[in-house]
């Protein structure tokens, strides 16, 4: 096994190919699945021969779990026995939160690595895991954020479930203006600084809508500032938590000029100027809140690089 490719995007510290060490805390497998399984059900040594030759006829694809699975015994009884297997407690679906746990990580990465975080206490986060053999993703996490991992188990169904519960709401809105934006044809061009040109860049459906989604989760993630940051081959968008900066959108290139001409005509900046750093300031209601947001831009490379600072007016 080896850490997946895309760790080098969403986890800078992790490194390729490195050897896989199981999570701090797993026990060693002292007893075969098959023989625990046995124990704690109704399965029959018959029933475990006829796995083992569906396994062998597949190339040993599946796991035996799997295959006993579809036959003779229940999920339930498969968790027990990876349970008592690797000495890691079973979570059960509702204590699971609805909510998203790490900004920072990407749905693409815990989908791959079939890992769901449940909860973050201080330093200590707690995984659910549906394949306790394969720790490259959990690994990942500590290599590149130090944290102290507890592991769950829970079974891959409602791992995938409550993945795409967490994220489908933001991956549909975000897939929506993306479509919107395509279907307009909006390019990348940073030749041009005509001002009509620019102002139709920043009444584009697709990126109005894209402007306030990204400040409205920003609020609704507690975010004090928000940074959008250009860069050779995109746009990344950062939001600032607790004192900590979170990754949480990489937006293609060409949506460079119109993203920040929306947001400087927002904060009422000259959207021509780009060599100068300017700052402006937007009022508005997002997320049901009255926000004040002090914005600055700053010439760079790729293009001006942008903060907002979100002040909550209600409770200030």
Request: proline share 4%; with cysteine; net charge negative.
């Amino acid at each position: 096994m080896r850490i997946s490719s895309t760790c080098s995007v969403h986890f800078p510290g992790c490194l390729q190919n490195k050897p896989v060490v199981l999570p701090q805390g797993r026990s060693t497998m002292k007893e075969k699945i098959a023989g625990i399984i046995k124990k704690i059900s109704n399965i029959t040594d018959s029933d475990i021969e006829k796995a083992l030759d569906i396994q062998r006829l597949e190339g040993y694809k599946r796991r035996i779990g799997e295959i006993l699975i579809e036959s003779v015994i229940s999920r339930e009884d498969f968790l027990k026995a990876l349970s008592l297997q690797f000495d890691i407690p079973v979570i059960n679906e509702e204590d699971i939160p609805s909510g998203i746990v790490l900004e920072n990580i990407s749905f693409n990465f815990l989908k791959t690595n079939k890992i769901l975080p449940v909860r973050l206490a201080g330093n200590v986060l707690d995984i659910a895991v549906a394949d306790p053999t394969d720790s490259s993703g959990v690994d990942a996490i500590r290599a590149s954020y130090g944290y102290e991992i507890r592991l769950f188990l829970v079974s891959g169904e409602i791992l995938e479930r409550k993945l795409d519960e967490m994220y489908e709401s933001h991956g549909a809105v975000m897939q929506r203006i993306f479509d919107d934006v395509e279907k307009d044809g909006i390019r990348e061009d940073e030749s041009t600084g005509e001002l009509d040109h620019l102002r139709d860049l920043a009444q584009d459906k697709g990126i109005v809508q894209l402007v306030h989604v990204i400040i409205e989760n920003a609020v609704r993630d507690r975010a004090s500032d928000v940074h959008v940051e250009p860069e050779e081959k995109g746009v990344k968008v950062r939001y600032r938590i607790d004192g900590i900066l979170y990754e949480r959108e990489r937006l293609p290139a060409r949506m460079r000029p119109a993203i920040t001409s929306r947001i400087k005509l927002l904060a009422q900046m000259n959207i021509a100027e780009r060599r100068l750093p300017q700052d402006g300031r937007i009022k508005g209601r997002y997320s049901d809140k009255e926000i004040d947001i002090r914005v600055s831009t700053l010439p760079t490379v790729y293009g001006e690089s942008i903060v907002m600072r979100l002040l909550d007016k209600e409770s200030a």
